[in-house]
């Protein structure tokens, strides 16, 4: 059974930060790609993140790019969330995939079986 456990959420002011982490069961992230996704009520999932198993090749959203940073370290995930917007507000999930990290984004719907409960963020003064 593979099970995510992401961490990390919180309220924030406008213009702070976050970090989120992403741990793993059932599956050694060390060998996957991880993805950063969130999620608004009435709203479909979207990709947000990810970076390849080895580090190298990243991707961003282009609603966050330049102010999000998605690593790895020792197994586990993050993304580092600085100069939040109330657009931001989202219960965010992570998950891993064997594919390349284009193909994890584009195709999660149908690639990504499981699912955490995911960690609520909330950007609000």
């Known amino acids: 059974q593979v099970e995510f456990e992401e961490s990390g959420g919180g309220l924030v002011q406008p213009g702070g930060s976050l970090k989120l982490s992403c741990a793993a069961s059932?599956?050694?992230?060390?060998?996957?790609?991880i993805g950063w996704f969130r999620q608004v009520p009435g709203k479909e999932r979207e990709g947000v993140s990810a970076i390849s198993s080895d580090g190298e090749r990243t991707y961003y959203s282009e609603f966050v790019k330049g102010r999000f940073t998605i690593f790895r370290d020792r197994g586990m995930g993050y993304l580092q969330m600085n100069n939040l917007n109330p657009e931001d507000t989202a219960v965010y999930y992570c998950a891993a995939s064997s594919h390349p990290i284009e193909t994890m984004i584009s195709r999660f719907k149908t690639l990504i079986p499981y699912w955490g409960q995911g960690t609520q963020v909330t950007v609000s003064s």
């Open positions: 059932g599956v050694s992230l060390d060998a996957w790609s």
